[in-house]
């Protein structure tokens, strides 16, 4: 049997536009070009290309000049036109340009990051829209970047020299991206300036990227050496091997607090943070002390009641004494002070059996003002329905009292509570959904 051809397709796609064939087509973007400037623009970036990369960064910089060079303000109706024009010249610059000459694309690109203070400053942007086009465009900075170091470095060094406000932080959002040899190089240039505060901080984070830990810790101020700043440098050097220097750091990042004590005499108590904790079991690790190391970890946790903690903590137990360790955080989490902390451990711990006891014998300590109370009570609700209804009770109480009472969370969480209530036995003692509903002042 003979197919029947296909009729021509009418839907708006490039395979059914191709069908009109080149001259055609050429025909229609002339006419559509016609009173559009940004349409000829692209256009033009698009033949240009075709004959060299030097034509096309001639007619890319006579465009990003003339943005530049424009004080005209940009109205909350004309910023969806700017925005567009800036996207379309960041593809241009990279896709165009770069592949064909990747200097000449670094520069333009340079030039295209150049534009955002200027237009910033003149433009009605008050959900920072533009300011996003250039915050999303830094792994375009990377990719034209690590390719030649040699090429890029001097023209990055140039920018932060000359425009340190808005390249600092720019750089800064680039480090993740770049390359391990070019963050050395930029850190070695940037160690031979003058340091100080943004600069400072550009210094750590590219020491960060670059694994340089005397530069990193060169760059901490008299004031980070009494904050958590010296604690994590009491890590690094502990994870460097190097435990003295790593116990000496330790020591110099106790917080002291002062405390007001009965006739209002004053004391320094040295109350350390988590982060001064979870640092000392890094130091205790490098000191060899694996003992002291495992009590500092079991400290840590009563009092951040983590997750990682206790797998920390299981995974250098033999077997047997993981399953102890793990009773005991259980039981730690559902007798702690702060249920909904408790609670929150149980459930990212995948206790469920657990969590459900305790929510049902403390459903009273629970203020359900968690915002993952509803999602809780959903993982509950097929094995342990009358503990996911307390769990939604609470969340509606606690919307109630914040004053969102008319809000859809609060009806949401009304709504499903009485569903749960429904298919909960007649025969148990729990408060019906009525007489929930009219405590919270609320129609059922």
């Not at 047997?320 to 730690?332: G, N």
Request: some cysteine; proline content about 3%.
């Amino acid at each position: 049997m003979v197919k029947p051809l296909a009729k021509p397709g009418k839907t708006l796609s490039e395979t059914n536009l191709a069908r009109l064939g080149q001259t055609r087509l050429a025909q229609l973007l002339m006419e559509a070009a016609e009173g559009n400037a940004a349409l000829k623009r692209r256009l033009r970036y698009e033949l240009v290309a075709e004959v060299s990369a030097a034509d096309l960064a001639f007619e890319l910089d006579k465009r990003l000049i003339s943005l530049a060079s424009s004080h005209a303000r940009i109205s909350w109706r004309k910023r969806p036109d700017l925005i567009k024009e800036l996207r379309t010249l960041q593809r241009v610059i990279v896709d165009k340009l770069g592949t064909q000459d990747t200097p000449l694309g670094l520069v333009r690109l340079i030039m295209w990051f150049d534009l955002a203070p200027q237009l910033a400053s003149r433009t009605k942007d008050p959900k920072n829209e533009v300011r996003r086009v250039f915050d999303e465009a830094v792994v375009d900075l990377a990719l034209l970047s690590n390719g030649d170091v040699e090429m890029s470095l001097p023209l990055l060094t140039e920018a932060l020299s000359t425009r340190s406000g808005s390249w600092n932080s720019l750089i800064a959002q680039t480090i993740p991206h770049f390359s391990l040899d070019l963050a050395q190089r930029l850190l070695q240039w940037l160690s031979r300036q003058i340091l100080s505060g943004r600069t400072n901080l550009l210094a750590r984070r590219l020491a960060d990227r670059a694994s340089d830990l005397p530069i990193w810790l060169s760059t901490l101020t008299a004031d980070d050496w009494n904050s958590d700043l010296a604690a994590e440098a009491a890590s690094r050097l502990a994870l460097a091997g190097q435990a003295s220097e790593a116990r000496e750091a330790l020591e110099r990042a106790r917080v002291v607090v002062p405390q007001a004590r009965r006739w209002s005499r004053q004391v320094q108590t040295v109350v350390p943070s988590d982060a001064w904790r979870a640092a000392e079991v890094v130091v205790l690790d490098a000191e060899g002390e694996t003992i002291a190391a495992m009590h500092a970890r079991w400290t840590l946790f009563e009092r951040t009641l983590s997750v990682n903690t206790l797998r920390e903590i299981i995974g250098r137990l033999d077997d047997f004494d993981d399953v102890d360790a793990i009773d005991r955080a259980t039981a730690y989490a559902v007798a702690h002070v702060d249920a909904t902390r408790g609670l929150e451990f149980l459930m990212g711990w995948g206790a469920l059996r657990e969590a459900a006891d305790m929510v049902v014998k403390r459903a009273c300590d629970l203020n359900g003002r968690h915002e993952q109370a509803t999602l809780w009570a959903s993982r509950l609700a097929a094995r342990y329905p009358i503990a996911a209804l307390y769990l939604l009770r609470a969340r509606a109480r606690a919307l109630v009292e914040l004053g969102s009472g008319a809000d859809p969370e609060t009806t949401s969480v009304h709504h499903e509570a009485e569903a749960l209530y429904r298919v909960i036995s007649p025969n148990s003692m729990i408060e019906s959904h009525e007489q929930f509903s009219a405590s919270l002042g609320a129609r059922p």
